[in-house]
Every structure is written in C-alpha cells, then in structure tokens.
C-alpha cells in the first residue's frame, strides 16, 4: 500500500470518528435535556425512595443504548417493586452522591435505604429475580 491510500484511509476513519462524536452530542442535546427527564432535588428523591417499600432507581440516559434497551424491560419487571428512572444528565447531583460511573446503573432501596446496586443491561426476568430477593428480607443474587 503506497503512502497515499494510507493517508486517504486515516482521513476517512478520522472522518468517520468526527461524524460519531457529532452525532452522538446531538442526539444527547436532543434528547437529554427535555422536559421528560424531570430533575430532582435531593429531599425529592429521598422522599421518593421512601414512600413504597421496595423501590428501584434506574439511573440512565436517553443517548445510552443499553439504557434504552432497559428501559423497554422495566415494565416487564414482575413483584411488589416501585421502579424510577433518573436521567444522569439532569440530575448531576444524585449521579456524584450514588457514585454512578457506568449507565445503566439500577440502584434497590428498601425503605428509603439503599441494599444493592447493579450496571448493565438485566432482562425483566432477572430484574424480577433480584427483586424478590429482597421484598421479605436476606440478600438476592443474580
């Protein structure tokens, strides 16, 4: 391979790599910042997860794949669990106190206190699982 289609081949992965990233950032201003994705103050969301027994926060963004992908599993979830979703994007605050890292993060509450944690993508099925885990009282594993 001669010097110029080494050249014409990285502009077009560099190309590529820009038509990405500008992609990805306007599907996020898109989406992320609507007024679907409420924002909550950190007295809401502590009254939030301690008002049902079993409560489980979904912390994700509308850009995020797998996120989206979850997202179509939640209503699925069977059990006596109140299932949330928080927008990371909009809710800065509650994303650095729970440490979220990587999206999706499923956060479990019960009785306003929090007893395990989870990332990833995780069928209704496994949901449901971990969840009944912890409607009575012990550990779940999934």
């Given at each position: 391979?001669?010097?110029?289609?080494?050249?014409r081949?990285a502009?077009?992965?560099?190309?590529?790599?820009?038509?990405?990233?500008?992609?990805?950032?306007?599907?996020?201003?898109?989406?992320?910042?609507?007024?679907?994705?409420?924002?909550?103050?950190?007295?809401?969301?502590?009254?939030?997860?301690?008002?049902?027994?079993?409560?489980?926060?979904?912390?994700?963004?509308?850009?995020?794949?797998?996120?989206?992908m979850?997202?179509?599993?939640?209503?699925?979830?069977?059990?006596?669990?109140?299932?949330?979703s928080?927008?990371?994007?909009?809710?800065?605050?509650?994303?650095a106190?729970?440490?979220?890292?990587?999206?999706?993060?499923?956060?479990?509450?019960?009785?306003?206190?929090?007893i395990?944690?989870?990332?990833?993508?995780?069928?209704a099925?496994?949901?449901?699982?971990?969840?009944?885990g912890?409607?009575?009282?012990?550990d779940?594993?999934?």
């Amino acid at each position: 391979m001669n010097m110029l289609a080494s050249t014409r081949i990285a502009i077009g992965w560099i190309a590529l790599a820009a038509l990405i990233v500008v992609g990805c950032d306007r599907f996020r201003m898109a989406d992320g910042s609507g007024s679907d994705d409420p924002h909550y103050s950190e007295q809401q969301f502590d009254e939030l997860v301690a008002k049902s027994p079993l409560t489980l926060i979904k912390f994700g963004a509308p850009w995020c794949g797998p996120c989206r992908m979850l997202d179509e599993e939640l209503p699925n979830v069977t059990g006596d669990v109140e299932i949330v979703s928080i927008n990371v994007d909009n809710n800065p605050e509650l994303s650095a106190r729970y440490r979220i890292s990587g999206i999706p993060h499923m956060v479990m509450f019960r009785d306003g206190k929090k007893i395990d944690e989870r990332t990833g993508y995780y069928s209704a099925d496994e949901i449901s699982q971990w969840a009944s885990g912890f409607s009575h009282s012990g550990d779940a594993t999934l």
